[in-house]
């Protein structure tokens, strides 16, 4: 079974549909179980109306595993947010690359809200590793934040520079073929270069705003190459990436997907870059108050 803790207490034992006062203490190390059936809990008393800077902890008997929220150290509403089993489970993929060789997969797991998937609501994943790098561009969207518009993943919109997926819907399957898109599109790579170099990694940054984002999602940390030692950028083949399918899950569900090639150089060494598809932890709620949020106890992260 599956049930959750918050800084000052945890669920009652699976069963029980909480209402308590918001800032109600309950004491610490209660096994939750059994919460594969319909339990819900409602207003969750540990936060009131949300998680809180810190950290939390996602509760499964005999695995405890704290997830802090280090990283930016936001608040997440989870009023804002539900989690119908229609809507969350989804994936949605940017490029993340591998600037200090610790590699690809993600530790810290501090949770942030941000529009993954380009739709104008903000969706709860799990944020990047402060020493990985999102490759990210201006989309020219009328959005404040960034979101899947601005990443190169299955979410790309590249339409204001007049480039389109190859594809039946229009939409990129992944952010290995969005960045191939732009290649092509201005005509930086041909039959004998497969490779960005760092004059054409400069004519991106100015063309579309093209930057390294550090520090996390949301950092608003954007860097130059040259500023994080990218020189090269070489595309990788495109009839030789992993199908989802076959990319192993971390503990929040998240999938890395590698294109063989896919690799770049970073102070004069050779790293990889992949397409990381999160997994949706929750969605936006159109919700007018939070005495209508209920969170089913079999739908929260599922540790793996």
């Known amino acids: ?47 009131g109306t949300g998680i809180t800077g810190g950290g939390f902890i996602w509760h499964v008997p005999g695995q405890v595993q704290t997830i802090p929220n280090e990283p930016t150290d936001i608040s997440i509403d989870l009023g804002e947010f539900t989690e119908p089993a229609k809507e969350t489970g989804k994936l949605a993929s940017p490029l993340i690359f591998d600037l200090e060789g610790t590699g690809l997969d993600l530790r810290d797991g501090g949770m942030i809200a941000v529009d993954i998937d380009g ?10 590793d402060a020493e990985l790098g999102l490759l990210i561009f201006d989309s020219k969207s009328d959005d404040e934040d960034i979101t ?31 960045l191939r898109a732009v290649c092509e599109h201005y005509k930086l790579v041909n039959d004998s270069k497969q490779f960005l170099d760092a004059g054409d990694l400069a004519f991106l940054e100015e063309e579309l705003g093209m930057r ?3 520090g996390g999602i949301t950092s608003e940390e954007d860097r130059r190459f040259a500023e994080v030692g990218v020189t090269e950028i070489n595309l ?18 998240n999938k890395i997907m590698y294109q063989d090639g896919a690799t770049f150089m970073v102070y004069n060494e050779l790293r990889k870059y ?26 929260l992260v599922r540790f793996r």
Not at 18 to 41: D, R, S
Not at 119 to 128: F, H, P, Q, R, S
Not at 236 to 253: E, L, V
Request: proline share 6%; hydrophobic share 30%.
């Open 119 to 128: 739709d104008g609501k903000k969706e709860m994943i799990t944020d990047l």
């Open 1 to 47: 079974g599956y049930g959750f803790m918050g800084n000052t207490g945890n669920l009652a034992p699976v069963g029980n549909t909480l209402a308590q006062t918001p800032g109600a203490e309950y004491p610490m190390g209660e096994e939750v179980i059994g919460a594969e059936g319909p339990e819900t809990v409602t207003n969750p008393p540990w936060c």
């Open 274 to 299: 992949a397409d990381i598809w999160f997994k949706i932890q929750a969605r936006y709620s159109d919700a007018e108050s939070n005495d209508d949020l209920k969170i089913n106890a079999s739908d």
């Open 148 to 178: 899947g518009r601005d990443m190169f993943g299955d979410n790309t919109d590249l339409s204001h520079y007049g480039i389109k997926a190859d594809t039946q819907d229009g939409n990129f399957k992944d952010g290995f073929q969005a």
């Open 236 to 253: 990788g083949n495109p009839n030789q990436t992993q199908h989802i399918d076959d990319a192993p899950a971390d503990r929040w569900g």
């Open 212 to 214: 390294m984002r550090v």
